[in-house]
């Protein structure tokens, strides 16, 4: 829950992403303007119906997957997504977990949305939606923060080729550097939680999301291990079975995802081929934090060693490796 400012707020970062790109060249926006962008709705397994959009170019390179971080709209990606399909991605997904943006709780749905359910229901959910799309392609990921999460919690890791991980960490908050953050969290936003069915969007952490997936959040924030030490959490054995290389992305200026909590993650992959590249704002020419990565400002600096690694593999030079 980074401390709410104009310019870094998950609301005001998916505005600016989709305005503050540098003019492109013309055959740029030519590509663009090919790729096809539908609308796509779908059901997750218990019939939560659920939103996201797909983006299709003249490609045949893996399918890529783009998983949210919380209470972040999937139009946030919108630019990246694009940018995939222009690259060659035979097609790219974003989507809303439940009870948020495309994905609003159905008339009478009576059971919790508990957080871990955007990772063990929706995930895979939206994984099969995009399998649909050209069956037996390759398949790729990317998540931000909470949708790094998600691939060892869904226990559908070996479904991809690779995944990477922007600014995802153990958000225990001890690790943070916002040191208002446990404040902010559980003395005002738990009680205002139980006030609202959704989050309203003055509590300053972007999109609503489901006031009891807020207090799941805020629980495993207290937790030194994260979700790791929550009992009712015992997919956390998964991670054990992810085998795939991993690029963990970090920002130097990130004061949630920070070196100790990015560590402690990627550490939760034994098994995994793990790389991480830490990303200054020397690299992409203007100040990034926890959820600017993938504003449109980045498209021409931090964006395209991304896409490489994403749809060809290849090695990731920017940044510090750790």
Known sequence: MPKPRPDTSPAAAAQA??????????????????????????AAADGFPLGGTLFEGDGDGPLVLVSSATAVPQAFYAGFARALAVAG??????YDYRGTGASPRPRGWRRRIGYKDWALIDFPAALAALEAVAPG????????SYGGHALGLSGTADRFERYAMVATMTA???HLDDRQAWAR????????????????????????IPGSCFRDWARWCRMRNYFFDDPGTPETARFAGVRLPILVIGLTDDRWATPRGVADF????????????????????????????????????????????LLAGEAVTPGTRR
């Not at 969290?185 to 952490?205: A, E, H, K, Q, Y």
Request: hydrophobic share 45%; aromatic share 10%.
């Open 17 to 42: 992403g989709t305005h503050d790109a540098p003019a492109a060249p013309a055959e740029a926006d030519a590509a663009r303007q090919a790729v096809r962008q539908t609308p796509l709705a779908f």
């Open 89 to 94: 991605a035979r097609a790219v997904l974003t």
């Open 137 to 144: 392609h390759p398949i790729v990921g990317v998540g931000q």
């Open 172 to 174: 225990y908050f001890g």
């Open 185 to 208: 969290m559980n003395l005002v936003g738990v009680p205002v939680s139980f006030l609202f069915r959704d989050t309203p969007r003055w509590l300053g952490i972007g999109e609503p």
């Open 266 to 309: 990627a550490a939760r992959h034994p098994n995994a081929r793990v790389e991480q590249r830490w990303l200054s704002p020397q690299d992409g020419g203007a100040p990034i934090g926890h959820l600017g990565f993938f504003r449109s400002r980045f498209a021409r600096t931090l964006w395209p060693p991304l896409v490489r690694w």
